[in-house]
């Protein structure tokens, strides 16, 4: 028995440990993992954005599919806590914490992700260049928008290459966008005319689109060939062998123009082109002085619990402390490795979390009182007292998980982020804090057993005169 508890407290230990290392990590990588802590808009800042579809004639089934696809487009991104919801038939708003790059992630929302090779006949186009295709001869004033041209007496000027910014030519589109297949984009590497790997997109076309590339492709090595994102040239490169099966890749110029062209082409095509009514940047100024505030007022709430514990239930409450300390770098280190996005309402469901891991421990405690005042062996006592109040730690902790699974499912349905975070961080330190509770709490009780404090019950907070009396009254009963 005494090994089995020595073993617990071994796994214990090591748990203990991993999560402080991840908690306190170097560089904040954990096994090549970015294990940084994720913080929402609230506490970070970051940007809103309000995008308009720009065709007045849009169905509201046409701006939830867009909202779908915007959704996925935000998650591969890496933001935690967003926020995108439908307003209406012609607006959808999104909310980005602690983006990098405002500019890039604008630009990978709003992109349609409209896939084309196009025949170029003969000429070569600079990266940037807007184009006109037959599958799209009109230009959406979004991509206008965003290339400088205001109004209609733009369309004739002219780049640094002398070639105008909107040729009026519609070039001939070899593929659809319709026909990629999103299973086969991919991040890859290219090599430049250098010999350098380059970052690039994997890509493949099937259907029609496929045939077409590939009979072009073979009937024009050592031509140029337009490959067309958006109405915007991406690279003009010569073709130097036919693409058989419809596939190839695309090399970019950074990392960062990779990841948004795979974004715009991994998750889906928007059915209507959207364009930003609305964006600004949120300052962290508000959520910096709010955590200072939740991080004093959970400091000196646990302080005045772990000193009630210690002073009411003396060692157990010592022992339930530390198994609190223990749970608290256990959630945080999960926290970073799943990772959860910290707000201030998930902060919130973490504090109350704690609380209810107390109020399991108080159940232990008050049952081992009983069971020693009625004249039981300490491990008797112990394994009489966990076993006792499990029911009750139990039904608690399944009906606050169910409040949990409804607040997480009204918020998904609603698309209010802060109740899914507050539910999903209260939900997660309940099913931590049964662990502490029952498995280290325990384990901590059962190794007090056979030392000197054993035989002095004053530590479990029942004297002498108590186990007396209670012996005599069960005697005369």
Avoid at 410 to 427: D, P, T
Wanted: hydrophobic content about 45%.
């Amino acid at each position: 028995m005494r090994n089995r508890e020595l073993y617990s407290l071994l796994f214990i230990m090591l748990l203990t440990a991993v999560s402080l290392w991840i908690n306190f990590a170097p560089n904040q990588t954990f096994l090549g993992r970015d294990v940084s802590p994720r913080l929402g808009l609230d506490l970070q800042g970051g940007i809103q954005v309000l995008l308009r579809a720009e065709n007045e004639n849009v169905t509201f089934e046409e701006m939830a599919t867009a909202a779908g696809v915007i959704e996925r487009r935000v998650n591969a991104l890496g933001v935690g806590e967003t926020v995108v919801q439908q307003l209406g038939d012609e607006r959808i708003a999104v909310e980005l914490p602690g983006v990098a790059d405002p500019e890039q992630a604008i630009e990978t929302l709003r992109g349609t992700g409209q896939l084309e090779f196009i025949d170029p006949q003969g000429q070569f186009f600079p990266d940037g260049q807007l184009v006109r295709t037959s599958n799209s001869p009109e230009i959406p004033e979004s991509v206008l928008l965003s290339a400088g041209i205001t109004d209609t007496a733009s369309l004739t000027a002219t780049n640094t290459f002398g070639q105008p910014l909107v040729p009026p030519t519609i070039f001939p589109s070899i593929t659809s966008g319709a026909d990629l297949d999103t299973n086969q984009v991919q991040p890859a590497f290219g090599q430049s005319a250098t010999g350098l790997n380059e970052p690039a997109v994997a890509f493949a076309f099937r259907g029609e689109s496929g045939s077409s590339l590939a009979t072009f492709t073979t009937s024009n090595v050592g031509q140029p060939m337009c490959i067309v994102l958006d109405h915007r040239v991406i690279s003009c490169p010569v073709i130097q062998s036919p693409l058989v099966d419809g596939s190839g890749i695309i090399t970019t110029n950074t990392p960062e123009d990779r990841d948004r062209i795979f974004n715009q082409l991994k998750y889906g095509a928007l059915p209507v082109a959207l364009q930003v009514e609305l964006s600004r940047t949120i300052s962290a100024t508000l959520g910096q002085a709010s955590v200072e505030a939740s991080l004093i007022a959970g400091v000196i709430g646990l302080g005045f619990v772990a000193l009630f514990m210690i002073i009411y239930y003396r060692l157990p409450g010592v022992l339930a402390v530390l198994a609190l300390m223990i749970y608290t770098s256990l959630t945080f280190a999960l926290y970073q490795l799943i990772p959860i996005t910290l707000t201030l309402p998930g902060i919130a469901g973490f504090i109350l979390s704690i609380g209810l891991a107390v109020d399991a421990n108080v159940l232990i405690f008050s049952r081992l009182k009983e069971e020693l005042r009625r004249g039981k062996s300490l491990r008797l006592a112990i394994d009489e007292g966990v076993r006792e109040s499990w029911s009750a730690i139990r039904d608690s902790s399944v009906s606050t998980l169910i409040t949990c699974t409804i607040l997480w499912m009204f918020g998904n349905s609603f698309g209010v982020s802060i109740i899914k975070g507050f539910a999903l961080n209260l939900g997660l330190g309940i099913l931590i804090s049964l662990f502490t509770s029952v498995v280290i709490t325990r384990t901590f009780l059962r190794l007090t057993v056979g030392t000197p404090v054993a035989r002095k019950l004053w530590f479990f907070e029942v004297s002498q005169r108590e186990l007396e009396a209670r012996q005599a009254a069960e005697a005369r009963a």
